[in-house]
């Protein structure tokens, strides 16, 4: 458990709650962070002092690896698994039962996703609108949580039976999120707020996904595309799924820790 919350809080790709910071040192649950900083809620919406603590939560990427490797040991055979086979008495055990106690994962995980566009403030009504599309190219049918796409490409530069051989070579990482609720992507929601919280914010916002893991708990594809004429890149893509249900649904300020509503909703 010690080494996921290291994890957590060193990986550079943590994008999620800071202000959970009991979250990711401790393993609260989400509920006490909702009471920890409902007062936040409050300050924010009347544009008073407001808190400059930046948030800190779960990593996906950090997740996604301790997933694996649970999934990895439930796997492996055990002892009684063999003596099962050679007797052909079929094992109840399945992939999807993991101890996710042992990862710390039996709880309430917080996903960040940054939202740089979908958020319209209307000072007339003191009203911020939100309708933000958390879906990515790739498959709009779930949340994207992280994408990471290392080595260079080769489009304009080579021609492509040249392309691997010249180096231009791509791994492209994706984790996604897909809820128990079916397809929905887009989170909507109307947020009244002051002008003096509005200009506080600066801009800054996004989107956080408080949920539990649920079977399948994780699903990991790789794809490999040749280099063409139109992409002269060698391609592999590595696509991780995190399956959960989704209980609540915050706007935030990250860096400057401000929660802005926590009843925002998840549609299509």
Same mark, same amino acid.
């Given at each position: 458990?010690s080494?996921?919350?290291?994890?957590?809080?060193? #990986?550079?790709?943590? !994008?999620t709650?800071?202000?959970m910071?009991?979250?990711?040192?401790?393993?609260?649950?989400?509920?006490?962070?909702?009471?920890?900083?409902a007062?936040?809620?409050? +300050?924010?919406?009347?544009?008073?002092?407001? #808190?400059?603590?930046p !948030?800190?939560?779960?990593?996906?990427?950090?997740v996604?690896?301790?997933?694996?490797?649970?999934? +990895?040991h439930?796997?492996?055979?055990?002892?009684s698994?063999?003596v099962r086979?050679?007797?052909?008495?079929?094992?109840?055990?399945?992939?999807?039962d993991l101890?996710l106690?042992k990862?710390? $994962?039996?709880?309430? *995980?917080?996903?960040?996703?940054p939202a740089?566009?979908?958020i319209l403030?209307?000072?007339?009504?003191?009203?911020?609108?939100?309708?933000?599309d958390? #879906?990515?190219?790739?498959?709009?049918?779930?949340?994207? *949580?992280?994408?990471?796409?290392?080595?260079p490409?080769?489009?304009? $530069?080579?021609?492509?039976?040249e392309?691997?051989?010249?180096?231009?070579?791509?791994?492209?990482?994706l984790?996604? $999120?897909?809820?128990?609720?079916g397809?929905?992507t887009?989170?909507n929601?109307?947020?009244?707020?002051?002008?003096?919280? !509005?200009?506080e914010?600066?801009?800054?916002?996004?989107?956080?996904? +408080?949920?539990?893991?649920?079977?399948?708990?994780?699903?990991?594809?790789?794809?490999?595309?040749?280099?063409?004429?139109?992409?002269?890149?060698d391609?592999?893509?590595r696509t991780?799924?995190?399956?959960?249900?989704?209980?609540?649904?915050?706007?935030?300020?990250p860096?400057?820790?401000?929660?802005?509503?926590?009843?925002?909703?998840?549609?299509?």
């Amino acid at each position: 458990m010690s080494d996921l919350k290291s994890m957590l809080l060193h #990986s550079s790709a943590a !994008f999620t709650l800071v202000c959970m910071s009991s979250l990711a040192h401790a393993g609260t649950s989400a509920d006490a962070a909702m009471a920890t900083h409902a007062g936040e809620a409050d +300050i924010s919406a009347s544009g008073s002092a407001l #808190s400059t603590r930046p !948030f800190v939560g779960d990593d996906p990427v950090a997740v996604r690896d301790a997933l694996a490797k649970l999934s +990895i040991h439930a796997n492996s055979p055990s002892l009684s698994d063999r003596v099962r086979n050679l007797i052909h008495v079929p094992a109840h055990k399945t992939p999807h039962d993991l101890d996710l106690a042992k990862a710390h $994962l039996d709880r309430e *995980l917080a996903f960040v996703v940054p939202a740089s566009y979908g958020i319209l403030y209307r000072s007339t009504t003191h009203q911020l609108t939100v309708n933000v599309d958390l #879906s990515g190219d790739n498959d709009p049918g779930v949340i994207l *949580l992280r994408k990471t796409i290392t080595g260079p490409r080769g489009r304009g $530069l080579v021609v492509a039976p040249e392309a691997k051989a010249k180096g231009y070579i791509q791994h492209i990482d994706l984790i996604e $999120l897909k809820s128990g609720g079916g397809s929905r992507t887009s989170v909507n929601g109307r947020v009244p707020l002051s002008q003096a919280a !509005f200009s506080e914010a600066n801009g800054d916002y996004a989107i956080v996904l +408080i949920c539990s893991l649920a079977p399948p708990y994780l699903t990991d594809r790789s794809d490999h595309t040749d280099p063409t004429n139109e992409e002269p890149t060698d391609i592999t893509t590595r696509t991780s799924t995190l399956h959960a249900n989704i209980q609540a649904i915050w706007l935030v300020s990250p860096q400057r820790g401000i929660v802005l509503s926590k009843k925002l909703h998840l549609s299509k």
